[in-house]
């Protein structure tokens, strides 16, 4: 089955500094990448999702980057910001249709 | 926006008792899902459900049940509560699409204490 794992529990950045959350993923059939953002006492909120069929996409201030040769992809949050201190889950869902799996959670910290 | 509503956030029940949590959504999706949220464990899928009256086991279903009796709700069973059931529960649910996935979208959970 799918396994998705993040790189770091814990990444400490500076304000205005650029941050980079890294994860991995086993099953080389996922097609569909989700990054998800938790605040403390609430659910997981979507920030920005990929397809397969894509490499790089970006929203407002974040941009996600897939290398599917080597099943990673990462969240890079622009100009950090001390709202952005929470914990990011990458989450991957399997060629069989709905089922979502989620990384361990990498806790962003910022730093006035 | 989606939302998604859990009926409690706090919740503490006793061993053995049957406890109801409630999950509604408002924008028609025809998939809800159920987790919990455990430290070190991460994200775990209980049960999900593509339809009304419709549900499916996932990785953790045993001592859970669920019924969607109207699509817009969904709810998680504990048949008889233990302590190993303390946990934050969340809800979920996404659009149905054939011919792509879609985004799950969450409520706040419900953190539930079994003593």
């Known amino acids: 089955g799918e396994s998705v794992g993040l790189h770091l529990p814990t990444l400490s950045v500076q304000e205005g500094d650029n941050s980079i959350i890294n994860c991995a993923y086993s099953?080389?059939?996922?097609?569909?990448f989700i990054w998800y953002k938790q605040e403390s006492g609430k659910g997981p909120q979507f920030i920005i999702d990929i397809r397969s069929n894509m490499d790089k996409r970006q929203g407002q201030r974040v941009t996600v980057l897939l290398n599917k040769t080597v099943k990673h992809l990462s969240l890079q949050i622009a100009a950090t910001q001390p709202g952005d201190s929470a914990v990011y889950f990458c989450?991957?869902?399997?060629?069989?249709?709905?089922?979502?799996?989620f990384g361990g959670g990498t806790r962003l910290m910022v730093k006035p | 926006d989606v939302k998604v509503t859990q009926s409690s956030r706090y919740l503490v029940k006793r061993t053995g008792e049957k406890v109801f949590l409630e999950c509604v959504q408002d924008?028609?999706?025809?998939?809800m899902f159920w987790y919990r949220q455990d430290p070190g464990l991460g994200l775990r899928l209980i049960y999900f459900s593509y339809d009304v009256k419709m549900k499916e086991k996932g990785d953790i279903p045993e001592g859970y049940s669920v019924s969607r009796e109207k699509k817009e709700r969904f709810s998680l069973i504990l048949e008889s509560a233990s302590t190993n059931q303390t946990s934050m529960y969340l809800c979920a649910s996404s659009l149905a699409r054939a011919d792509s996935n879609q985004p799950q979208h969450f409520g706040d959970g419900t953190r539930l204490s079994i003593l």
């Open positions: 989450a991957a869902y399997n060629n069989a249709g709905n089922m979502l799996t």
């Open positions: 099953n080389s059939a996922s097609d569909y």
């Open positions: 924008m028609d999706h025809e998939n």
